[in-house]
């Protein structure tokens, strides 16, 4: 038997992946592994994904997603890296609204969407140095970047994302592969557990410091107004919220149609919180508030993280973005080349963000680039971060005290958090 994408899935049993056909052996008794399905069923539209209803959760195949509601053709700006550029596999709930998305487009790099088309995207492994990762146009190639589905519901959706970080101008030599796995339940969360493996393992660029990276999708023609609650006082609207789950610390970045950038709290108040045992980063859209939570329980050590704020001008560790919002179609546009998005502009944007970064014990970035860069060379912390298996919970709440008590929930089971049975009942 040859593939060019042959896969080992653990847990429970053996799957051979082959020219689109899913064989599966189950050991007795393993009600936790692969399904035992002998085809794969056959992308469906985004029609007839609506008028589906699944019993818990579901996940399926779909060709011709774009995000952010966008409905043009996909015209090559850059060229598209390969197959069809509006693949996706959409994972949906019989009681929930939002919808978590692998896009061809987006690299495969998922996103919790809200019905509007708004979404929380929180990143991958990407490579030290800023020299690799799947935000451009060989990280959408399908040889580097794809998804498996394992279990397609409905008691609970499992999908398996594995990529290859490579750098913009060429992906022969691949810097890392990284490894994630998505569980997700009827209740609406999904338990996000992610690893990565040098394949450079002497040089700094063959590993990450940088595993979350917060930013937010918009829907084509949205404006801050439309996805986001002014601030009646200011008049400005609440875009990013950092929150400790252990009290009641929270850091807020507030943003104009204007591009100011106003934040509730100071560098010593995000510091605090990135010390906390969980903290969650949160963007509080109009519809629901979409988090992902780390902690201490979840592989997420306090002593080792730093979250920075890239908005705030002047704010420690950060690049200063502004607001940064990218008018960049397609989405890996990015890195290849930066597009500032333009009123009235016919596709969707993204924006953001809010960082979280491993340091060494006791260090600091104070200034990003000089800091982060030095950081980077320390092969200890390299060679931590490659041998950890990092969890993050991921969901929608109606308000701050929802995400509070829910992330609290998942990390209090201690280590056992990282297993996906530990977010089954968490509400």
């Known amino acids: 038997m040859t593939t060019n994408k042959m896969q080992l899935v653990w847990l429970m049993g053996v799957v051979w992946v082959c020219a689109g056909v899913v064989v599966t052996s189950v050991t007795a008794g393993g009600a936790d592994g692969p399904e035992p399905v002998y085809k794969k069923e056959a992308p469906v539209s985004m029609d007839d994904l609506a008028k ?3 019993k818990g959760v579901s996940v399926v195949e779909v060709n011709d997603y774009a995000p952010g509601h966008y409905r043009g053709a996909l015209t090559p700006s850059p060229p598209h890296a390969d197959m069809n550029a509006k693949k996706a596999v959409v994972v949906f709930w019989r009681d929930h609204t939002h919808r978590f998305v692998f896009s061809h487009e987006a690299s495969y790099c998922p996103f919790l969407e809200l019905p509007d088309g708004s979404a929380m995207c929180n990143q991958f492994f990407e490579g030290n140095l800023g020299d690799a990762e799947l935000f451009n146009n060989p990280g959408r190639k399908e040889r580097n970047s794809f998804v498996d589905i394992v279990e397609s519901g409905p008691r609970r959706v499992w999908v398996r994302w594995t990529y290859f970080c490579v750098n913009m101008n060429d992906d022969a030599n691949p810097r890392l592969r990284g490894t994630e796995d998505y569980f997700a339940y009827p209740n609406g969360l999904i338990l996000r557990r992610m690893s990565y493996q040098s394949l450079m393992p002497d040089q700094v660029i063959g590993y990450s410091t940088q595993p979350v990276e917060l930013f937010g999708i918009a829907p084509v023609g949205a404006t801050l107004k439309d996805m986001f609650v002014p601030d009646e006082k200011a008049g400005d609207f609440l875009v990013h919220t950092v929150l400790d789950l252990y009290s009641d610390k929270r850091y807020d970045l507030h943003w104009s149609e204007e591009g100011k950038v106003r934040r509730r709290g100071d560098d010593s108040l995000l510091e605090a919180i990135s010390h906390s045992d969980g903290c969650a980063l949160v963007m509080p859209f109009r519809e629901r508030m979409l988090f992902a939570v780390i902690g201490k329980a ?17 704010a420690e560790g950060g690049c200063g973005w502004g607001a940064g919002r990218w008018d960049h179609w397609p ?15 016919e596709y969707s944007y993204s924006f953001g963000s809010i960082g979280h970064f491993f340091v060494p014990e006791g260090k600091r970035i104070k200034t990003f680039w000089p800091d982060y860069s030095d950081y980077c060379k320390d092969m200890e912390l390299n060679r931590w971060t490659e041998r950890r298996v990092f969890g993050v919970l991921l969901g929608s709440a109606a308000n701050v005290d929802d995400v509070r008590r829910t992330g609290r929930r998942w990390l209090d089971k201690g280590a056992a958090c990282t297993q996906p049975e530990s977010i089954a009942d968490v509400k």
């Open 331 to 345: 989405i890996g546009w990015l890195n290849s080349q930066t597009s500032h998005w333009k009123p009235g502009s």
């Open 52 to 54: 589906r209803i699944t």
């Open 298 to 314: 979840s592989g997420f050590p306090p002593e080792r993280n730093q979250l920075v704020d890239h908005c705030t001008p002047g």
